[in-house]
């Protein structure tokens, strides 16, 4: 379990530092209306995952129950989508653009919107159904709590790095700026996270 937990907590690490629009937009709204800003959007984009984590915590268990066939079909469809979407950052622009204009919102609409941002993004479901089987540690034990364990701490890692961006935001983006280049080594480790996190699900 402590294994697991470590590498999802790594993996999830390197995907939260890796340029997004979720990051990008809270590093946007940090320079624009503060640090407090940045945080209140993080608040919302991470509450978000509790109705996805509860959907996939639900209904996976589910067919665990009902066939371990269908599960080994549900973590082979995940590695071949973290697969396109390692292919689809190594096709993308390595260049991080911070010229977004993003208008002045109260905290409280920033983090409605980021709760909407999450909820309403289908991409979000998907890349929890293709991230979070891979980590169970015993399907013959409870895994409803064991994928809420992981989304609590996939919440708990995503929140502290976001909310560490818009605190350095003004710091953060000026680097940013005068590196290019950490944009493709970013790049390149996000990559990285999605090929071997592919690999960890097909390999038994």
Do not use: R
Not at 54 to 69: Q, W, Y
Not at 127 to 145: H, I, K, M, Q, Y
Request: charged share 10%; glycine share 6%.
């Amino acid at each position: 379990m402590i294994e697991n937990l470590l590498s999802f907590s790594l993996a999830t690490l390197a995907l939260a530092l890796s340029p997004g629009p979720d990051n990008i937009y809270v590093l946007t709204q940090s320079l624009i209306n503060g640090t407090k800003s940045g945080i209140a959007t993080t608040a919302g984009l991470i509450s978000g995952c509790i109705v996805h984590t509860t959907l996939l915590a639900f209904g996976v268990s589910a067919l665990i129950t009902a066939s371990e066939g269908i599960f080994y079909g549900i973590k082979v469809f995940g590695a071949l989508y973290l697969l396109y979407l390692a292919y689809s950052v190594y096709k993308s622009d390595a260049s991080i653009d911070l010229s977004e204009s993003a208008p002045k919102k109260s905290n409280w609409e920033l983090f409605k919107q980021g709760v909407f941002m999450n909820l309403v993004n289908p991409k979000v479901m998907i890349f929890f159904l293709a991230f979070f089987p891979a980590f169970l540690w015993d399907l013959n034990e409870n895994t409803v709590s064991q994928f809420y364990i992981l989304g609590i701490t996939f919440m708990i890692v995503s929140f502290i790095t976001f909310s560490t961006i818009a605190v350095l935001a003004g710091s953060v983006s000026q680097f940013l700026l005068k590196h290019q280049s950490v944009g493709k080594i970013l790049k390149w480790l996000q990559i990285l996270v999605f090929v071997g996190i592919a690999i960890f699900i097909l390999v038994p």
